[in-house]
């Protein structure tokens, strides 16, 4: 493997890595603190399209994590980020809530339900049928099918909760018509997401807890990559894929010192 240079930009992953079901993780506020000292540019990634950057940025801060909304990524931006690109000025039949509507209102999308140009899928607190059945027949007629993330559950104190994966299932089961995944594992956003901070891939790195995820879209991105043992990939787990992360820490205190 050829030698990298210094990192010179940070991503990391939200959920496993700095907070696990609403408590932030041993070390994370002294990594944020350490980036935002260090002047480096950096980003905390998260697959969940619920929320806006600055609804995440006041949920972090309840938690002791002071983000700059601008340093924050989520897959509806990234979303956002890729409709524009295909189809600048377009439409988009849209299921799901804030995070979403908001990057496609800002990118000037008009949302609708009449011809449009796209079915956007993500995450929401209450799927209806109605709107899935909508989804269906715009599908069908010509929409492309669009997804936030490919994630299948997401967590809860309760337990998994159904997620975007999930529900796409129903709709290509329906249609025959797979989607489009925006979110991690493709690399596409990290790549719009470095291009967002102006940073490059061959001077980044990407602190991820899962394999299957975080690690696949850094390595695939051209990242140098982290996998911490604080979130869903245990270290035995490690050998059972066919690719490696750069680094493997017990958890994102053990960073700290790197930034």
């Known amino acids: 493997m050829p030698e990298r240079g210094p990192i010179k930009a940070w991503l990391t992953d939200m959920d496993g890595v700095l907070v696990r079901e609403g408590v932030p993780l041993p070390g994370a506020a002294e990594f944020i603190e350490a980036l935002k000292s260090s002047g480096k540019p950096f980003l905390v990634l998260t697959n ?68 449009p140009d796209f079915v956007i899928l993500g ?43 999930a529900v796409a299932a129903l709709i290509t089961k329906a249609t025959g018509k797979s989607p489009y995944f925006i979110g991690k594992p493709n690399p596409l956003m990290m790549r719009h997401g470095l291009n967002t901070i102006g940073a490059h891939s061959e001077n980044a790195a990407m602190i991820g807890d899962r394999m299957d995820t975080d690690v696949l879209a850094g390595l695939e991105a051209g990242l140098e990559t ?34």
């Open 48 to 115: 969940n399209s619920i929320y806006t950057p600055r609804d995440l940025q006041a949920r972090l801060a309840r938690m002791g994590l002071q983000v700059p909304e601008a340093s924050i990524w989520t897959s509806a931006l990234a979303t956002a980020k890729y409709v524009d690109d295909q189809r600048p000025g377009g439409s988009a039949y849209v299921i799901g809530e804030a995070g979403l509507t908001t990057a496609l209102h800002q990118i000037g999308y008009v949302l609708t339900d009449s011809n």
């Open 123 to 165: 995450e929401t607190r209450q799927y209806s049928f109605e709107a899935m059945t909508k989804a269906v027949r715009l599908v069908e007629a010509g929409a492309r099918f669009i997804c936030t993330n490919p994630d299948e559950t997401g967590p809860s104190p309760e337990g998994p909760l159904p997620a975007t994966g």
């Open 226 to 259: 982290f996998l911490v043992l604080s979130g869903l990939t245990k270290k035995e787990e490690v050998d059972n894929f066919p690719y490696l992360p750069t680094h493997v820490a017990d958890s994102i205190a053990d960073l700290v010192e790197l930034v």
